[in-house]
């Protein structure tokens, strides 16, 4: 199992960045799939990001040129930077895991990964 714990989200204003980062415990990080995830209050939990094991990386069409998802196998990290923050950016953001073959490409639907961390909330006001 990998345990995952996500942190850096706060209170901004529209416009600013912040950089999400998810600590991955347990087994090894570099065999895993990783994706970002959002659920804004009363609507479903939406693919944000996602990174596969080579480094290849797939966005969200409403991120694309704001957002970017990177790994670190040596400190078992993913992160999500995200810039020119909107108020439609807000939500409870979670990281999640699959552990996957060396050239599975990323995995949009949340349906397939394993692991799901708690969340850390991200509020952009206007």
């Known amino acids: 199992q990998v345990q995952l714990v996500e942190s850096g989200g706060g209170l901004v204003q529209a416009g600013d960045s912040l950089r999400l980062s998810c600590a991955a415990s347990g087994r090894t990080f570099s065999s895993y799939a990783m994706g970002w995830f959002r659920q804004a209050p009363g609507k479903e939990r939406e693919f944000v990001a996602g990174?596969?094991?080579?480094?290849?990386?797939q966005y969200a069409d409403s991120v694309k040129g704001r957002f970017t998802v990177s790994r670190d196998n040596a400190k078992n990290t993913v992160y999500l930077q995200m810039n020119s923050l909107k108020p439609e950016d807000t939500a409870v953001y979670y990281c999640?895991?699959?552990?996957?073959?060396?050239?599975?490409?990323?995995?949009?639907?949340?349906?397939?990964?394993?692991?799901w961390g708690q969340g850390t909330q991200v509020t952009v006001s206007s």
């Open positions: 999640a895991a699959k552990e996957a073959s060396l050239f599975s490409p990323v995995n949009p639907d949340r349906s397939w990964y394993d692991y």
């Open positions: 990174i596969n094991r080579n480094g290849i990386t």
